[in-house]
């Protein structure tokens, strides 16, 4: 099948992915010059049917492209919801293996497997514990403890995305007066940073000089390695 087709089915759903439109076209963009076979880990599946604008339905997506690349392809999913593993079962293909359970777990237990069959992920889309916005620091340690179970087989073009992940910066709304030019220096404000699910995965990226490749509503990196 030709990537065309597969761009010809996400133009008839793109415009309900509302803030994760630009996102989602950029990661199947960035894997279109990935070789085959493409592998995908999510973490966090489809749990309500046609709920584009509020999850995304990313599982959906991503069952749709691997069938447009090479027979191999294949989507890996986790959720820890048995109802949300059931109703994801009920609209995608045979082609993603839907696995309930907690993420870390899983994915520490797919790292090795992955060692052992010699298999290469092209993108790591991580989406599960929920985000209160008013305290994201639970879901953001759960992020990060999902980073730390793939960091083995991570590659310097594995694509990693953190959903719900936005840039935030300081803002300033009045004039800043020539006095208070000082307070906005770098190093004495800090700097614009990833917010969400990602906070500390971005943390991490900094450390390790992980780079990011975009960030809209979603942020991906690559260099993790
Ligand atoms: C935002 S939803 C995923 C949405 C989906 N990616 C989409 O685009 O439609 C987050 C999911 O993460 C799951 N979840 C929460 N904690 C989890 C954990 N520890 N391990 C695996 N899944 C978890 C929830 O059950 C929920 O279904």
Request: a neutral charge.
């Amino acid at each position: 099948m030709e990537h065309s087709n597969f761009y010809n089915w996400f133009d008839t759903i793109s415009s309900k992915l509302g803030v994760r439109k630009d996102s989602f076209y950029q990661i199947f963009k960035y894997l279109d010059d990935m070789p085959d076979p493409i592998i995908i880990v999510e973490t966090g599946c489809l749990r309500i049917k046609d709920n584009f604008s509020g999850d995304g339905q990313s599982t959906l997506l991503f069952d749709k492209y691997t069938q447009f690349r090479n027979k191999n392809s294949k989507v890996y999913t986790v959720d820890i919801d048995p109802k949300a593993t059931k109703a994801c079962s009920e609209i995608v293909s045979k082609n993603v293996s839907i696995n309930t359970g907690d993420s870390v777990k899983y994915l520490n237990d797919l790292t090795e497997n992955f060692i052992k069959e010699d298999l290469n992920v092209s993108l790591f889309y991580l989406d599960s514990f929920d985000l209160n916005w008013k305290s994201p620091e639970q879901s953001s340690q759960h992020h990060l403890k999902e980073l730390v179970s793939i960091k083995k087989i991570l590659k310097k073009e594995t694509l990693v995305v953190v959903d719900d992940s936005p840039i935030i910066g300081y803002l300033k709304q009045s004039k800043i007066k020539k006095e208070n030019l000082e307070l906005i220096k770098p190093g004495l404000v800090p700097a614009p940073t990833i917010a969400g699910k990602g906070n500390l995965v971005h943390e991490y990226a900094c450390d390790v000089g992980a780079k990011i490749l975009f960030s809209s509503y979603q942020t991906a990196w690559i260099g993790f390695n």
